[in-house]
T-cell receptor, first 114, second 113 residues
Framework: NAGVMQNPRHLVRRRGQEARLRCSPM?????VYWYRQLPEEGLKFMVY????????ESGMPKERFSAEFPKEGPSILRIQQVVRGDSAAYFC????????????FGPGTRLLVL | QQQVKQSPQSLIVQKGGISIINCAYE??????FPWYQQFPGKGPALLIA?????SEKKEGRFTISFNKSAKQFSLHIMDSQPGDSATYFC????????????FGTGTRLKVLA
């Protein structure tokens, strides 16, 4: 029973490029959360999605960031025109419908913007 | 009001000792309080979680103590081992029905052999 999968694990982008981060939730989980962790800091909520729906994006910057969770395939967090301040670890978590409060985290994608 | 305050920032404990990490919250609508363990370069792993209707929960060497009136909860690691050396995060959720977590800032624990 595979856990939450994220890829790539490491991503290097130059300023102005696009970063695309993928998350495959645990089997049977239909709720996906994205969090960002800056160096030496805690995790900050960004967005909560269910299949084909964004439920809560209150933690997501208004510009350049977007997220989706299509009917088929992984959830995608997209960052357009990256800046150095976007360098961070981005974690995806999933939860099952039966115990929605329990979130299982993936290994994260470490984004470095040069 | 959405903050979760965690202390200490770092902690050094001798092998076999007790590690204690504290968290405090303001929002009384929180109703789920998990603790996560994170090793360098890894994702957070759920350790143990508690709801406000109980004052203590124990799983192996890990215990959560919960004080609803004081709006505080703590993690106790008994018989701490060098393998417990990691960063520990408390979190709270339940305010909006979305179950998003509000995390504490983390405690870096080092257990000396």
């Amino acid at each position: 029973n595979a856990g939450v999968m994220q890829n790539p694990r490491h991503l290097v982008r130059r300023r102005g490029q696009e970063a695309r981060l993928r998350c495959s939730p645990m089997k049977g989980h239909s709720h996906v959360y994205w969090y960002r962790q800056l160096p030496e800091e805690g995790l900050k909520f960004m967005v909560y999605l269910q299949k084909e729906n964004i439920i809560d994006e209150s933690g997501m910057p208004k510009e350049r960031f977007s997220a989706e969770f299509p009917k088929e395939g992984p959830s995608i967090l997209r960052i357009q025109q990256v800046v150095r301040g976007d360098s961070a670890a981005y974690f995806c978590a999933s939860s099952p419908l039966s115990t929605r409060e329990t979130q299982y985290f993936g290994p994260g994608t470490r984004l470095l913007v040069l | 009001q959405q903050q979760v305050k965690q202390s200490p920032q770092s902690l050094i404990v001798q092998k076999g000792g007790i590690s204690i990490i504290n968290c405090a919250y303001e929002n009384t609508a929180f109703d789920y309080f998990p603790w996560y363990q994170q090793f360098p370069g890894k994702g957070p792993a759920l350790l143990i979680a508690i709801r406000p209707d109980v004052s203590e929960k124990k799983e192996g060497r890990f215990t959560i103590s919960f004080n609803k009136s004081a709006k505080q909860f703590s993690l106790h690691i008994m018989d701490s081992q060098p393998g417990d050396s990691a960063t520990y995060f408390c979190a709270a959720s339940g305010t909006s029905g979305t179950y998003k977590y509000i995390f504490g800032t983390g405690t870096r624990l080092k257990v000396l052999a």
